[in-house]
Antibody, heavy 125, light 110 residues
Framework: QVQLVESGGGVVQPGRSLRLSCAVS????????IHWVRQAPGKGLEWVAI????????YYADAVEGRFSVSRDTSKSTVNLQMNSLRVEDTAVYYC??????????????????WGQGTTVTVSS | QSALTQPRSVSGSPGQSVTISCIGT?????????VSWYQKHPGKAPKLIMY???KRPSGVPDRFSGSESGNTASLTISGLQAEDEADYYC??????????FGGGTKVTVL
């Protein structure tokens, strides 16, 4: 059974850091990209970042470029989202999600099929 | 990375059809056709309901259909049911290793 489970959310002051984790299971981790998507309170979904399959690269939304970094730990089948210089506007539920297809298929670019349950990040003084 | 444009809300009675538009640019929706749609109920994770413009993942009812014309993708829900009341989001690959979502559309079943 394909599963993604986020952890690490919490309350943090502006300017501080927080690291989220996404533990994956039930599929060949190295063949899939993992997205991070967030939803601020009362707002829509916002794409945040992706770690390319097999650690082939990381790409970010302009809103988080230079402050957030994504990494994958193959030995633990985990993806981490390191969030630095946090701002009030980063307050959101953060989801990790798998690319729809593996790297060998066009479906890789179609979006996300399996999502975690989300973890809440609150940035407040 | 500007968000794709969706209507804020649409509504319909049970059994009717509603269509949600998703307007992008020639760089995203119009260029790569890598458009997907998600259904989101409050407090739940998003659910993929459409990809590659008009293809449905396994288990998604055929009441959901998709289309595309130029820089605009559309999602149609036919035979509207109470459980279809949710927020719907379109998403497109931008061609530069990034993705972008629409602002979301609230579907209300009257």
């Amino acid at each position: 059974q394909v599963q993604l489970v986020e952890s690490g959310g919490g309350v943090v002051q502006p300017g501080r850091s927080l690291r989220l984790s996404c533990a994956v299971s039930g599929f060949t981790f190295s063949n899939y990209g993992i997205h991070w998507v967030r939803q601020a309170p009362g707002k829509g979904l916002e794409w945040v970042a992706i770690t390319w399959f097999n650690g082939g690269g990381e790409y970010y939304a302009d809103a988080v470029e230079g402050r957030f970094s994504v990494s994958r730990d193959t030995s633990k089948s985990t993806v981490n989202l390191q969030m630095n210089s946090l701002r009030v506007e980063d307050t959101a539920v953060y989801y990790c999600a798998r690319t729809y297809g593996d790297y060998r298929s066009a479906a890789y670019y179609y979006g996300m099929d399996v999502w975690g349950q989300g973890t809440t990040v609150t940035v407040s003084s | 990375q500007s968000a794709l444009t969706q209507p804020r809300s649409v509504s319909g009675s049970p059994g009717q059809s509603v269509t949600i538009s998703c307007i992008g640019t020639s760089s995203d929706v119009g260029n790569h056709k890598y458009v997907s749609w998600y259904q989101k109920h409050p407090g739940k994770a998003p659910k993929l309901i459409m990809y590659d413009v008009g293809k449905r993942p396994s288990g998604v009812p055929d009441r959901f259909s998709g289309s595309e014309s130029g820089n605009t993708a559309s999602l149609t829900i036919s035979g509207l049911q109470a459980e279809d009341e949710a927020d719907y989001y379109c998403c497109s690959h931008t061609g530069s290793y990034t993705w972008v979502f629409g602002g979301g559309t609230k579907v209300t079943v009257l």
